[in-house]
């Protein structure tokens, strides 16, 4: 069978910077090409060249049998590719309907046709299972909601390629399943799809060929079935290692304590943290968990209830107020609330550790020691390219999610909290952050990790709380932390 996609020797140079080498490949109509790679491999950077974002530096793009240039996005579309990319393009201030038909906005006589506008939003997204309001303003809704719009975006009119960059990076079980599902179906309606994920289990499903970079360069294609074993192996270039770090020990004593707390999404929450514990904060989508996350950090504003840091009731409960009083938050949304894009990583990394870190001297910024703990600290992550000089833009998602890591572990606090914090990582630095979590605890801090993936709670939790529809429903310890125990408390 002739290839739908097919790429020869496809390279990407930014600069001196080779991000992409050589890389040949073909994706057959009715095929799940799956794309597999550290962090920087040149993922996003292949889906953007097929996408006509990146005009490739040199090689070939065949569809259909045909050379194709793309100058623009437009001229992708119109060939029936469809992407959703990593990072998110929503536009804040539209409706959900508004977004989800951008770009292909239905019109009579010239004018917007709302009403069919908002019938094929509706349609799209019930096929995706999802009940979101298309009048509300997309920029209100939260991270995963607005990555459902993005994937219901591509799925509008005729698909002949389905390009998905990590589309479940935001997603918790059951919006991922239900999107495998849909992916499994298009394909079996002819569809081509090339799907970039880090996370095993789904390529391990869905995937019928798996291409690995590495590097920029294509290392291997296997076709399923595949090991996970030999998928590591491809894309680290070595056997791979222990995934969870956790050395249970003794406690100490309570460093949060968090009493009837209520907000919006939070509903009389009641819990605590110990020095030296790591607590798992476990939910589904929607259950309230990042809300919990977001209003200990500060960032959303609490009803009622106390929380106390360290024993003392902390002053303000705003973002500043809560990192003096020594809880350390790390988003999920790098992009929304994380990093300076358009200055050196490195400033993003020390950002706000100034004073704390001893990088002042004489009341000056000590730029050498700025850099040089950014580096260090960016080393133990495994950040690539390391150099530590390059604006936060350039980076790849993965290893922006690391900087942010990076820059919440300079602090000396007393409780540090993770929402997603393996979002988009790839799994050799997966297990360099556990290992920096467990050091973190075993250090004396408190950690809470909230995560929608149970294997990555069950694997570093010592204390596992489980959040439905806003409330505290159970609390495990030890061997009590299963799956199934965390999943019957659900709902
Ligand atoms: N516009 C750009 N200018 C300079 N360098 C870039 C640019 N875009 C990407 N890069 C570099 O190209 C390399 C590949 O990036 P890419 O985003 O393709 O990685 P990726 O495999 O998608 O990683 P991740 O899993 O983290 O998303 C990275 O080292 C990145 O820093
Ligand atoms: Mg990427």
């Known amino acids: 069978m002739s290839a739908l996609l097919e790429l020869r020797g496809l390279s990407k140079a930014f600069g001196p910077f080779i991000a992409l080498s050589d890389v040949s490949l073909k ?12 962090n920087g491999a040149g993922k996003s950077t292949l889906i953007k060249a097929l996408s006509g974002l990146h005009a490739p530096s ?24 469809r992407t959703v990319f990593q990072e998110l393009h929503i536009a804040p201030h539209m409706s959900v309907a508004e ?6 906005t239905p019109t009579v006589a010239g004018l917007i046709d709302r009403r069919r506008m908002r019938d094929e939003a509706r349609a799209v997204l019930s096929r995706l299972g999802v009940d979101l309001d298309v009048d509300a303003r997309a920029g209100r809704l939260s991270r995963s909601e607005q990555q459902l719009i993005e994937i219901a975006r591509s799925l509008i009119g005729e698909a002949r390629l389905l390009i998905l960059d990590e589309p479940t990076a935001s ?17 079996g309606e002819g569809v081509g799809v090339i799907y970039v994920s880090h996370r095993m289990h789904e390529v391990l499903d869905i995937a019928d060929v798996v291409t690995v970079l590495r590097d920029g360069v294509h290392v291997a294609t296997h076709t399923a079935p595949v090991g996970a074993d030999a998928l590591v192996e491809a894309m680290i270039g070595r056997p791979a290692g222990q995934l969870y770090a956790h050395t249970p020990g003794a406690t100490g004593p309570a460093v949060l304590e968090v009493a009837n707390l209520s907000a919006v999404g939070v509903h009389d929450a009641s819990l605590v943290v110990h020095a030296g514990e790591v607590v798992g904060i476990a939910g589904l989508i929607g259950s309230g968990k990042s809300e919990l996350a ?37 988003p999920s949304d790098r992009r929304r609330e994380g990093l300076v894009l358009r200055r050196p ?45 390059r604006h ?18 300079l602090r000396q ?49 010592d204390r596992v709380y489980v959040v439905a529809e806003g409330r505290i429903r159970g609390e495990l310890r030890g061997d009590e932390i299963t799956e199934q125990a965390i999943a019957e408390r659900f709902f």
Do not use: W
């Open 294 to 330: 977001r209003t200990l950090a500060g960032l959303q504003p609490a009803r009622s209830g106390t929380v106390l840091i360290g024993g003392k009731p902390c002053g303000a409960r705003t973002i500043s107020g809560m990192l003096k009083a020594g809880l350390m938050y790390y």
């Open 345 to 389: 990583l490195y400033e993003s990394v020390t950002l706000g550790a100034l004073g704390s870190a001893g990088l002042t001297r004489f009341g000056l910024i000590d730029r050498r020691a700025e850099r040089r703990r950014a580096e260090e600290l960016t080393e133990r992550l495994a950040l690539r390219p390391a150099d530590v000089t």
């Open 171 to 187: 997603l918790g079980e059951s919006e991922s399943r239900r999107l495998l599902d849909i992916v499994r179906r298009l394909a």
């Open 58 to 81: 040199s090689g070939e793009i065949l569809f259909d049998g045909r050379p194709v240039r793309f100058d623009s996005p437009t001229q992708a579309t119109d060939l029936g590719i």
């Open 27 to 38: 994706v057959l109509a009715g095929q799940v090409h799956a794309v597999m790679g550290e």
């Open 99 to 104: 977004n989800i038909t951008l770009g292909s």
């Open 413 to 461: 606090a007393v409780v540090h909290v993770f929402d997603e914090p393996t979002v988009g990582i790839d799994v050799g630095a997966k297990a360099d952050v556990y290992a920096q979590i467990d050091s973190t605890a075993r250090g004396g801090a408190g950690v809470v990790v909230v995560s929608s993936d149970l294997t990555e709670l069950i694997g570093i939790s």
């Open 392 to 409: 936060a833009l350039l980076y790849s998602g993965g290893n922006q999610q690391k900087a942010l890591i990076a820059r919440g572990l």
